[in-house]
């Protein structure tokens, strides 16, 4: 259980310091918003720049919480995961597909504006990419944003969170992904529950948290 999303990212920045080779040659990719603050904390850790990966969940025809799949975008491209499974079973046209990935597209540019206030993405070539989120459940968000980010040239990529179920730590490891997790509990449910203050965060604070990192970019 931790108290908030500080002492997470202080946590997990504490657990990367010691396992990645060449620290001083990472990025750290918060996924908004939570995973913002979180990666604030383990950029400081690790002394790296912190910039922002934007991953969106693909939503369910009339149940936008439940992911038919993700979405991420490199250099324009879509990078787009789907669940077949769930969208199967639900019957879900190619046509409410492609318009979904559409909004979602449109959702990703506009917060990328916003939370980067003019600025250009920070280079990734020949530097491990460290992505971190306040924790995953299935990883299909952060399935899709690690691909995007591998488009841009890293050394390595690294999906790291505080919390993450040991099934889905399975998953990342059998698609040759780096997942770095503190605890991996089971039964697992909500990210939130491992959380004792697990509040909603807000864009104003995820444009705080890159703003007050600026300097090491």
């Given at each position: 259980m931790f108290r908030d999303?500080?002492?997470?990212?202080?946590?997990l920045g504490e657990h990367l310091r010691r396992v990645l080779a060449k620290a001083g040659e990472t990025v750290v990719?918060?996924?908004?918003?939570?995973?913002?603050?979180?990666?604030?904390?383990?950029?400081?850790a690790l002394g790296a720049p912190l910039d922002v990966i934007v991953p969106r969940k693909l939503g369910a025809p009339g149940n936008?919480?439940?992911?038919?799949?993700?979405?991420?975008?490199a250099d324009g491209e879509d990078i787009a995961l789907i669940d077949d499974r769930t969208v199967r079973a639900l019957g879900v046209p190619a046509s409410y597909l492609e318009a979904e990935i559409e909004r979602q597209r449109l959702e990703i540019l506009r917060r990328e504006a916003a939370y980067?206030?003019?600025?250009?993405?920070v280079s990734l070539e020949g530097r491990a990419a460290?992505?971190?989120?306040?924790?995953?459940?299935t990883g299909l968000t952060a399935r899709a944003a690690a691909r995007a980010v591998a488009r841009r040239s890293p050394r390595e990529v690294v999906v790291a969170v505080p919390v993450?179920?040991?099934?889905?730590?399975?998953?990342?490891?059998?698609?040759?992904?780096?997942?770095?997790?503190?605890?991996?509990?089971?039964?697992?449910?909500?990210?939130?529950r491992?959380?004792?203050?697990?509040?909603?965060?807000?864009?104003?604070?995820?444009?705080a948290v890159l703003r007050a990192h600026r300097h090491n970019g």
């Open positions: 999303r500080a002492e997470a990212g202080r946590l990719l918060g996924i908004p918003r939570g995973g913002v603050v979180v990666a604030g904390h383990v950029a400081a936008p919480e439940l992911a038919v799949g993700a979405l991420a975008l980067r206030e003019g600025r250009p993405p460290v992505l971190v989120d306040d924790g995953i459940a993450a179920p040991p099934e889905t730590v399975r998953e990342f490891a059998a698609e040759g992904l780096r997942l770095e997790a503190l605890e991996t509990p089971s039964p697992f449910g909500a990210v939130g491992f959380y004792l203050d697990f509040r909603q965060v807000e864009d104003d604070e995820v444009i």
